[in-house]
């Protein structure tokens, strides 16, 4: 099993900047992506961030230019460096993991943590 553990969240004025962390416990096997998904009061959850194993980034294009995703060197911890943080960046920010297990395909998620932009 995997556990994931986000942390950082916190209240920040706009054009300010926030460091979320992921702490991830459990064997992660293989080929995996991890990333970092949001999701407002109002909307859906959306992908912001992802890296691969092989160290590939992806970014929403809202946030692309000002949010960087990054891994530790132990691979059980993954970054999200969110810059010039905007008011609609506000949201439940996850931390998330997937890979293949055989023909199975795992999907892990954390808890959350509240981000919020407002003056």
């Known amino acids: 099993q995997v556990q994931l553990v986000e942390s950082g969240g916190g209240l920040v004025q706009p054009g300010g900047s926030l460091r979320l962390s992921c702490a991830a416990s459990g064997n992660i096997f293989g080929i995996y992506t991890m990333g970092w998904y949001r999701q407002a009061p109002e909307k859906q959850r959306e992908l912001a961030a992802t890296i691969t194993s092989s160290g590939t980034t992806n970014y929403a294009d809202s946030v692309k230019g000002r949010f960087t995703i990054s891994r530790g060197n132990a691979k059980n911890t993954v970054y999200l460096q969110m810059n010039s943080l905007k008011a609609e960046d506000t949201a439940v920010y996850y931390c998330?993991?997937?890979?293949?297990?055989?023909?199975?395909?795992?999907?892990?998620w954390g808890q959350g943590t509240q981000v919020t932009v407002s003056s």
């Open positions: 998330n993991v997937n890979f293949w297990s055989g023909t199975l395909r795992k999907d892990y």
